[in-house]
Protein backbone atom coordinates (compact mmCIF):
# COMPACT_ATOMS: atom_id res chain seq x y z
CA UNK A 1 0.00 0.00 0.00
CA UNK A 2 1.27 3.26 -0.74
CA UNK A 3 1.52 5.60 1.82
CA UNK A 4 2.33 9.02 3.50
CA UNK A 5 3.66 9.18 6.96
CA UNK A 6 0.88 11.09 8.29
CA UNK A 7 -1.93 10.59 5.64
CA UNK A 8 -1.55 6.57 4.78
CA UNK A 9 -3.95 5.59 1.85
CA UNK A 10 -6.59 3.26 2.47
CA UNK A 11 -5.96 0.18 -0.27
CA UNK A 12 -9.51 -2.29 -0.77
CA UNK A 13 -11.02 -3.67 -3.56
CA UNK A 14 -14.63 -3.01 -5.32
CA UNK A 15 -16.41 -4.75 -7.30
CA UNK A 16 -16.93 -2.63 -10.66
CA UNK A 17 -18.97 -4.16 -13.65
CA UNK A 18 -18.35 -7.46 -12.79
CA UNK A 19 -14.53 -7.53 -11.90
CA UNK A 20 -12.60 -6.56 -8.59
CA UNK A 21 -10.56 -3.44 -8.59
CA UNK A 22 -8.15 -2.08 -6.39
CA UNK A 23 -8.09 1.40 -4.96
CA UNK A 24 -6.42 3.42 -3.54
CA UNK A 25 -8.09 6.00 -1.54
CA UNK A 26 -6.47 8.93 0.20
CA UNK A 27 -8.51 10.90 2.73
CA UNK A 28 -9.81 14.27 2.23
CA UNK A 29 -12.83 16.69 1.68
CA UNK A 30 -14.97 16.03 -1.44
CA UNK A 31 -15.67 16.40 -4.48
CA UNK A 32 -12.40 13.43 -4.54
CA UNK A 33 -9.92 13.57 -7.76
CA UNK A 34 -10.52 10.33 -9.59
CA UNK A 35 -6.59 9.30 -10.40
CA UNK A 36 -6.56 7.36 -13.75
CA UNK A 37 -2.85 5.85 -14.36
CA UNK A 38 -1.40 5.08 -17.71
CA UNK A 39 -1.02 2.70 -20.62
CA UNK A 40 0.80 0.03 -18.31
CA UNK A 41 1.10 1.44 -15.02
CA UNK A 42 -1.21 1.67 -11.74
CA UNK A 43 -2.54 3.10 -9.01
CA UNK A 44 0.91 3.74 -7.24
CA UNK A 45 1.26 6.22 -10.14
CA UNK A 46 -0.68 8.55 -8.06
CA UNK A 47 1.57 8.53 -5.29
CA UNK A 48 2.95 11.71 -5.46
CA UNK A 49 -0.39 13.53 -6.29
CA UNK A 50 -2.18 11.37 -3.33
CA UNK A 51 0.45 12.83 -1.10
CA UNK A 52 0.38 16.54 -1.94
CA UNK A 53 -3.37 16.75 -1.49
CA UNK A 54 -3.48 13.79 1.51
CA UNK A 55 -5.86 15.82 4.48
CA UNK A 56 -6.92 18.51 1.95
CA UNK A 57 -8.61 16.87 -1.12
CA UNK A 58 -9.76 13.46 -1.05
CA UNK A 59 -7.54 11.33 -4.22
CA UNK A 60 -9.12 8.08 -5.44
CA UNK A 61 -6.74 5.81 -7.70
CA UNK A 62 -8.24 2.43 -9.23
CA UNK A 63 -5.81 -0.38 -10.85
CA UNK A 64 -7.65 -0.27 -14.61
CA UNK A 65 -8.71 -4.00 -15.41
CA UNK A 66 -6.11 -6.27 -16.40
CA UNK A 67 -3.39 -3.90 -14.21
CA UNK A 68 -1.91 -3.77 -10.12
CA UNK A 69 -3.76 -5.96 -8.11
CA UNK A 70 -7.63 -5.56 -10.09
CA UNK A 71 -9.00 -8.57 -11.86
CA UNK A 72 -7.20 -9.75 -15.49
CA UNK A 73 -10.36 -11.33 -17.34
CA UNK A 74 -10.23 -12.63 -20.85
CA UNK A 75 -12.47 -10.39 -22.92
CA UNK A 76 -13.42 -6.96 -23.41
CA UNK A 77 -10.72 -4.25 -23.11
CA UNK A 78 -10.41 -0.27 -24.46
CA UNK A 79 -11.51 3.27 -23.73
CA UNK A 80 -15.44 2.07 -23.36
CA UNK A 81 -15.18 -0.52 -21.03
CA UNK A 82 -12.41 1.16 -18.78
CA UNK A 83 -15.24 4.10 -18.92
CA UNK A 84 -18.12 1.43 -17.32
CA UNK A 85 -15.76 -0.01 -14.66
CA UNK A 86 -14.61 3.83 -13.63
CA UNK A 87 -18.05 4.93 -13.49
CA UNK A 88 -18.99 1.19 -12.02
CA UNK A 89 -16.57 2.05 -9.20
CA UNK A 90 -17.32 5.09 -8.37
CA UNK A 91 -21.14 4.91 -7.86
CA UNK A 92 -20.26 1.43 -5.96
CA UNK A 93 -18.07 4.22 -3.84
CA UNK A 94 -21.30 6.69 -3.19
CA UNK A 95 -19.32 9.29 -5.68
CA UNK A 96 -21.32 11.44 -7.45
CA UNK A 97 -19.04 14.64 -8.69
CA UNK A 98 -15.52 14.33 -9.20
CA UNK A 99 -12.42 15.86 -10.55
CA UNK A 100 -10.68 13.72 -13.14
CA UNK A 101 -6.40 13.65 -13.34
CA UNK A 102 -5.38 11.14 -16.01
CA UNK A 103 -1.53 10.35 -17.29
CA UNK A 104 -1.21 9.58 -21.09
CA UNK A 105 -4.09 6.72 -21.53
CA UNK A 106 -5.62 7.77 -18.66
CA UNK A 107 -5.51 11.41 -19.93
CA UNK A 108 -7.72 10.20 -22.23
CA UNK A 109 -9.82 8.26 -20.72
CA UNK A 110 -10.44 11.66 -18.67
CA UNK A 111 -11.24 13.34 -22.05
CA UNK A 112 -14.27 10.81 -23.00
CA UNK A 113 -15.24 10.35 -18.95
CA UNK A 114 -15.58 14.73 -18.93
CA UNK A 115 -17.35 14.35 -22.14
CA UNK A 116 -20.26 12.17 -21.26
CA UNK A 117 -20.80 12.88 -18.13
CA UNK A 118 -20.34 16.88 -18.06
CA UNK A 119 -22.88 16.66 -14.65
CA UNK A 120 -20.21 14.56 -12.78
CA UNK A 121 -16.79 16.19 -14.10
CA UNK A 122 -16.20 19.43 -12.18
CA UNK A 123 -12.27 19.53 -13.44
CA UNK A 124 -10.21 17.81 -15.41
CA UNK A 125 -6.46 17.73 -15.16
CA UNK A 126 -3.88 16.17 -18.03
CA UNK A 127 -0.68 14.77 -17.00
CA UNK A 128 0.69 14.35 -20.79
CA UNK A 129 -2.39 12.98 -22.49
CA UNK A 130 -5.71 13.75 -24.08
CA UNK A 131 -4.66 14.55 -27.43
CA UNK A 132 -3.50 12.76 -30.64
CA UNK A 133 -0.07 12.09 -30.05
CA UNK A 134 3.04 13.14 -32.12
CA UNK A 135 3.61 10.66 -34.64
CA UNK A 136 7.30 10.14 -33.14
CA UNK A 137 6.11 9.58 -29.59
CA UNK A 138 3.41 7.44 -31.25
CA UNK A 139 6.29 5.20 -32.70
CA UNK A 140 8.38 5.36 -29.99
CA UNK A 141 5.59 3.89 -27.67
CA UNK A 142 5.11 1.13 -30.80
CA UNK A 143 8.54 -0.33 -30.91
CA UNK A 144 8.70 -0.29 -26.81
CA UNK A 145 5.41 -2.54 -26.57
CA UNK A 146 6.58 -4.52 -29.47
CA UNK A 147 9.60 -5.51 -28.03
CA UNK A 148 8.40 -5.73 -23.98
CA UNK A 149 9.66 -8.23 -22.33
CA UNK A 150 7.52 -9.75 -19.41
CA UNK A 151 9.61 -11.97 -17.14
CA UNK A 152 13.24 -11.21 -15.30
CA UNK A 153 15.26 -13.09 -13.70
CA UNK A 154 15.78 -10.16 -10.92
CA UNK A 155 14.11 -7.29 -9.67
CA UNK A 156 16.81 -5.19 -9.26
CA UNK A 157 18.42 -5.60 -12.65
CA UNK A 158 15.03 -4.20 -13.81
CA UNK A 159 14.38 -1.58 -11.53
CA UNK A 160 17.87 -0.38 -12.51
CA UNK A 161 17.25 0.11 -16.43
CA UNK A 162 14.91 2.58 -15.24
CA UNK A 163 17.05 4.34 -12.22
CA UNK A 164 19.89 4.40 -14.58
CA UNK A 165 18.01 6.11 -17.63
CA UNK A 166 18.34 9.99 -18.23
CA UNK A 167 14.33 10.37 -19.01
CA UNK A 168 13.69 9.00 -15.50
CA UNK A 169 15.51 11.68 -13.37
CA UNK A 170 15.54 12.90 -10.72
CA UNK A 171 15.12 9.33 -9.38
CA UNK A 172 12.39 9.63 -6.16
CA UNK A 173 11.05 7.39 -4.10
CA UNK A 174 7.43 7.61 -5.57
CA UNK A 175 8.96 6.55 -9.03
CA UNK A 176 10.96 3.57 -7.09
CA UNK A 177 7.57 2.48 -5.32
CA UNK A 178 5.79 2.83 -8.93
CA UNK A 179 8.70 0.66 -11.02
CA UNK A 180 8.88 -1.93 -8.58
CA UNK A 181 5.11 -2.55 -8.12
CA UNK A 182 5.46 -3.43 -12.11
CA UNK A 183 6.64 -6.89 -11.20
CA UNK A 184 5.48 -9.98 -9.47
CA UNK A 185 7.64 -12.59 -7.85
CA UNK A 186 6.55 -16.22 -8.60
CA UNK A 187 7.63 -19.35 -6.78
CA UNK A 188 10.77 -20.06 -9.60
CA UNK A 189 11.85 -17.03 -7.67
CA UNK A 190 12.00 -14.90 -11.39
CA UNK A 191 9.44 -11.92 -11.88
CA UNK A 192 6.63 -11.18 -14.46
CA UNK A 193 5.02 -7.90 -15.21
CA UNK A 194 1.87 -7.28 -13.34
CA UNK A 195 0.00 -6.81 -16.71
CA UNK A 196 -0.07 -9.85 -19.25
CA UNK A 197 0.65 -9.76 -22.45
CA UNK A 198 -2.94 -10.19 -24.11
CA UNK A 199 -4.11 -7.51 -21.55
CA UNK A 200 -1.11 -5.28 -23.26
CA UNK A 201 -2.09 -6.36 -26.94
CA UNK A 202 -6.11 -5.81 -26.54
CA UNK A 203 -5.87 -2.51 -25.55
CA UNK A 204 -3.73 -1.60 -28.24
CA UNK A 205 -6.35 -2.84 -30.69
CA UNK A 206 -8.84 -0.80 -29.10
CA UNK A 207 -7.00 2.35 -28.63
CA UNK A 208 -5.95 2.83 -32.27
CA UNK A 209 -5.26 6.09 -34.01
CA UNK A 210 -9.28 6.33 -34.59
CA UNK A 211 -9.27 6.40 -31.07
CA UNK A 212 -7.35 9.47 -30.99
CA UNK A 213 -9.13 11.03 -33.47
CA UNK A 214 -12.49 11.53 -31.78
CA UNK A 215 -10.50 13.53 -29.30
CA UNK A 216 -10.62 17.29 -31.01
CA UNK A 217 -14.64 16.64 -31.84
CA UNK A 218 -14.78 16.20 -28.09
CA UNK A 219 -13.09 19.23 -26.32
CA UNK A 220 -16.48 21.12 -27.20
CA UNK A 221 -18.36 18.74 -25.00
CA UNK A 222 -15.96 19.21 -21.67
CA UNK A 223 -17.69 21.87 -19.71
CA UNK A 224 -15.73 22.16 -16.72
CA UNK A 225 -12.54 23.63 -16.46
CA UNK A 226 -8.87 22.00 -17.77
CA UNK A 227 -5.25 22.07 -16.71
CA UNK A 228 -2.83 20.82 -18.92
CA UNK A 229 0.32 19.67 -17.73
CA UNK A 230 2.81 18.71 -20.93
CA UNK A 231 6.25 17.27 -20.05
CA UNK A 232 9.14 19.29 -21.48
CA UNK A 233 10.75 16.14 -22.55
CA UNK A 234 9.38 12.53 -23.91
CA UNK A 235 10.66 9.32 -23.84
CA UNK A 236 13.86 9.55 -24.70
CA UNK A 237 13.97 13.37 -25.96
CA UNK A 238 12.14 16.32 -27.11
CA UNK A 239 11.58 15.13 -30.42
CA UNK A 240 9.56 12.21 -29.21
CA UNK A 241 7.54 14.83 -26.27
CA UNK A 242 3.88 13.28 -26.24
CA UNK A 243 1.99 16.52 -26.66
CA UNK A 244 3.30 18.67 -29.57
CA UNK A 245 2.80 22.29 -29.92
CA UNK A 246 0.14 21.47 -32.28
CA UNK A 247 -1.62 19.35 -29.91
CA UNK A 248 -1.49 21.83 -27.32
CA UNK A 249 -2.85 24.48 -29.62
CA UNK A 250 -5.76 22.31 -30.33
CA UNK A 251 -6.55 21.61 -26.76
CA UNK A 252 -6.73 25.11 -26.25
CA UNK A 253 -9.01 25.93 -29.28
CA UNK A 254 -11.01 23.20 -28.54
CA UNK A 255 -11.72 23.31 -24.47
CA UNK A 256 -13.57 26.21 -23.57
CA UNK A 257 -11.38 27.13 -20.05
CA UNK A 258 -7.77 25.61 -20.10
CA UNK A 259 -4.47 26.44 -18.49
CA UNK A 260 -1.46 24.91 -19.84
CA UNK A 261 1.34 24.02 -17.62
CA UNK A 262 4.98 23.06 -19.26
CA UNK A 263 7.39 20.85 -16.82
CA UNK A 264 10.80 21.65 -19.28
CA UNK A 265 13.22 19.06 -16.80
CA UNK A 266 10.16 15.90 -16.79
CA UNK A 267 9.43 13.41 -19.23
CA UNK A 268 6.22 11.25 -19.69
CA UNK A 269 6.23 9.37 -16.78
CA UNK A 270 8.74 11.73 -14.46
CA UNK A 271 6.05 14.13 -14.90
CA UNK A 272 4.33 12.96 -12.46
CA UNK A 273 7.11 11.75 -9.74
CA UNK A 274 9.53 14.49 -10.07
CA UNK A 275 10.17 17.47 -7.19
CA UNK A 276 8.00 20.74 -9.14
CA UNK A 277 7.35 23.22 -7.18
CA UNK A 278 5.70 24.91 -10.47
CA UNK A 279 3.71 21.30 -11.20
CA UNK A 280 2.57 21.31 -7.49
CA UNK A 281 1.51 25.39 -7.38
CA UNK A 282 -0.55 24.92 -10.71
CA UNK A 283 -2.49 21.49 -9.59
CA UNK A 284 -3.27 23.04 -5.99
CA UNK A 285 -4.10 26.65 -7.04
CA UNK A 286 -6.62 24.71 -10.00
CA UNK A 287 -8.10 22.97 -7.15
CA UNK A 288 -8.66 26.14 -5.29
CA UNK A 289 -6.48 24.98 -2.18
CA UNK A 290 -3.75 27.81 -2.67
Known amino acids: MAENQ ?32 GFSNNALAALRLGNLLAGRRRVIAPDLRGRGDSDMPFG ?27 HSLGATIGVFLAAQYPDRVTGLILFDGGAIPNPVAV ?27 PAYQPWT ?18 YFRRVARYVIEADRRAEHLETWKQLPDLYARVECPTLILRAGMGMVGVEDRVLSDEAVAAMRAGLHSSRVVTIERAGHTSLLTIPSEERDSAILEFLGLK
Request: proline share 7%.
Open 76 to 102: EYGIPTHLRDLVACLNRLGVQRFVVAG
Open 6 to 37: NHPAQSYRVLASRIRMRVLDWPGAEPPVLFIH
Open 139 to 165: EMLNAYYDSLTYRYPSLEAYVARFRNA
Open 173 to 190: DELEQLVRSNLIQQPDGS
